[in-house]
């Protein structure tokens, strides 16, 4: 795993406005925290989602993308792009691989935090199929779209967009390795989730719901009691 002082850039590629909040918004604030820039890749704009349907699908993303900007800033991110894919309806494709190989190339990061395309049976909310699809289209364009100068030729003969090799890749899997304590950071996170009106201004019980997961997180991983952590598995791609 990448020692701290080699990570200067992460791209995090999520399916959906609120994913990256959900999964790793504390870990991003450390990073931000230390001088990492940390730039947000969504896929679509979340324009499916939401509990208050008097909004029709072209206001739920506008408002989506809104309340990910409010998001990202709560934890130090500015930089936010998104490719406008239809929410549910994602499918792996050459595209999807092509946009977010040209990402890659764009930011250069060291590490990519992406979703996993694993099903995850313990908690089935995190095994949405556009999850699956970006997790999957992203490790693709890590290895081998992003670093392979004859990939996607385009991007490099009419874009100048450099091949680049991502040195590791942040799974948030069913099989996680790897704890980061996110406890100084907690309330960040959980402002950062509340900017996603659209998606938790309906529960009350928000905070309590994710400190008993991220409780749980840092108990599995032996961390002391009163500790919270965000989990990934860590994947090698040097």
């Not at 590791?168 to 899997?173: A, N």
């Amino acid at each position: 795993m990448l020692d701290d002082a080699e990570v200067r850039r992460v791209l995090a590629v999520t399916a959906h406005p609120d994913d990256v909040d959900f999964s790793a918004a504390g870990t991003i604030a450390t990073l931000t925290g230390r001088g990492v820039e940390v730039v947000y890749l969504v896929v679509t704009d979340g324009d499916a989602g939401g509990f208050d349907r008097e909004v029709d699908n072209g206001g739920m993303a506008e408002l989506r993308r809104a309340e990910q900007l409010a998001a990202a800033a709560c934890v130090g991110v500015t930089d936010v792009r998104f490719l406008g894919y239809p929410d549910g309806r994602l499918e792996p494709s050459l595209a999807l691989r092509r946009d977010i190989a040209r990402v890659i190339r764009q930011v250069r990061p060291d590490r990519v935090i992406t979703m996993s395309p694993e099903r995850d049976y313990r908690r089935i909310g995190r095994s949405h199929p556009d999850h699956r699809v970006v997790g999957g289209a992203t490790l693709d364009a890590v290895y081998p779209d992003a670093r392979n100068p004859y990939a996607f030729p385009e991007l490099l003969e009419e874009e100048g967009l450099e091949a680049w090799t991502v040195r590791e890749v942040w799974l948030t899997s069913p099989t996680p390795d790897h704890a980061v304590d996110v406890t100084e950071t907690l309330d960040r996170k959980l402002a950062a989730l509340r900017a996603h009106k659209s998606q938790t201004a309906h529960r009350p019980d928000l905070e309590d719901w994710v400190r008993r997961n991220l409780a749980a997180n840092a108990a599995e991983f032996g961390l002391p009691e009163g500790r919270y952590a965000e989990l990934f598995q860590v994947v090698d791609t040097a």
